[in-house]
C-alpha cells in the first residue's frame, strides 16, 4: 500500500507571496491532519480534515487554511507569507473513524521563505 | 503551556542493550498516546501506540509502558541497533486526531 505523499518537496517563496500545499493521504484513509515543525517550536498541530469538513483547529492565524477533497486528498494554503513562515509542512494520514488513533505521516513539504 | 515533556534532549546507548525513552504529559485528559522516530528531512515514522485503557503494548524490539497515575509513558528499544539512532517524539492526543507533540529525545546508539 502506498503512503502518505506529498508535493512539492521543496518550495521557495518570498514575502507576501502565497504557497498552496498538497497530500494523498493512504489509500481508505479518510483524515488528514497537517502539522508545522520548526526547530524554535517542534511539531504544531494546524488543523485536521475528514470527509471534507475541518474537524480540529489548532492556534494558528487565519492566513493558514486547507481543503479536503472528495477522494480526501487535502491542499493547505498559507496567505501573505512571513519569514516565521518558514518551515517543514508534515501531512498525517489517518482512517478517522475514531476507533483507531494511528497516525502516518508524508516526507514533508520544505517551505522557505526570503 | 508545554502539556507533553520529553525531558531528555539526547540519550547514548550501546547496541544490545536497553534503550529507554521518557515522556510527562500533564493533561489527564489525554487517552492515546503515539511514538514516532524521525530521520532529519524525512517525515515521523510511525512506531507503537498506547490507549489509555492499556498500561502496556509491545510490537517486536519495541515497548511502551503507560503509568496513568504519573502520567508517564516510555519507550523501551530492546536490544539497540544503530539504525535506531534517530530522533524520538512522543505525542498525546484527547480522543481526536490532533495530538501534541513532545519536543524529541535524540537518541544515539554506538556501535
Known amino acids: 500500500k502506498a503512503g502518505v505523499t506529498q508535493t512539492p518537496r521543496y518550495l521557495i517563496k518570498t514575502r507576501g507571496q502565497q504557497v498552496t500545499l498538497s497530500c494523498s493521504p493512504i489509500?481508505?484513509?479518510?483524515?488528514v491532519s497537517w502539522y508545522q515543525q520548526t526547530p524554535g517550536q517542534g511539531l504544531q498541530f494546524l488543523f485536521e480534515?475528514?470527509?471534507?469538513?475541518?474537524?480540529n483547529k489548532g492556534n494558528f492565524p487565519g492566513r493558514f487554511s486547507g481543503r479536503q477533497f472528495s477522494n480526501s486528498r487535502s491542499e493547505m494554503n498559507v496567505s501573505t507569507l512571513e519569514l516565521g513562515d518558514s518551515a517543514l509542512y508534515l501531512c498525517?494520514?489517518?482512517?478517522?473513524?475514531?476507533?483507531?488513533?494511528?497516525?502516518?505521516f508524508g516526507p514533508g513539504t520544505r517551505l522557505t521563505v526570503t | 503551556d508545554q502539556q507533553v515533556k520529553q525531558n531528555s534532549p539526547s540519550l547514548s546507548v550501546q547496541e544490545g542493550r536497553i534503550s529507554i525513552l521518557n515522556c510527562d504529559y500533564t493533561?489527564?485528559?489525554?487517552?492515546?498516546f503515539l511514538w514516532y522516530k524521525k530521520y532529519p528531512a524525512e517525515g515521523p515514522t510511525f512506531l507503537i501506540s498506547?490507549?489509555?485503557?492499556?498500561d502496556k503494548n509491545e510490537d517486536g524490539r519495541f515497548t511502551v509502558f503507560l503509568n496513568k497515575s504519573a502520567k508517564h509513558l516510555s519507550l523501551h528499544i530492546v536490544p539497540s541497533q544503530p539504525g535506531d539512532s534517530a530522533v524520538y517524539f512522543c505525542?498525546?492526543?484527547?480522543?481526536?486526531?490532533?495530538?501534541?507533540f513532545g519536543t524529541g529525545t535524540r537518541l544515539k546508539v554506538l556501535a
Open positions: 498525517a494520514s489517518s482512517l478517522g473513524d475514531r476507533k483507531t488513533y494511528e497516525q502516518y
Open positions: 489509500s481508505g484513509h479518510r483524515s
Open positions: 480534515y475528514f470527509s471534507e469538513t475541518q474537524r
Open positions: 493533561n489527564s485528559m489525554f487517552d492515546y
Open positions: 498506547i490507549s489509555s485503557i492499556k
Open positions: 505525542a498525546a492526543s484527547k480522543g481526536t486526531y490532533k495530538y501534541i
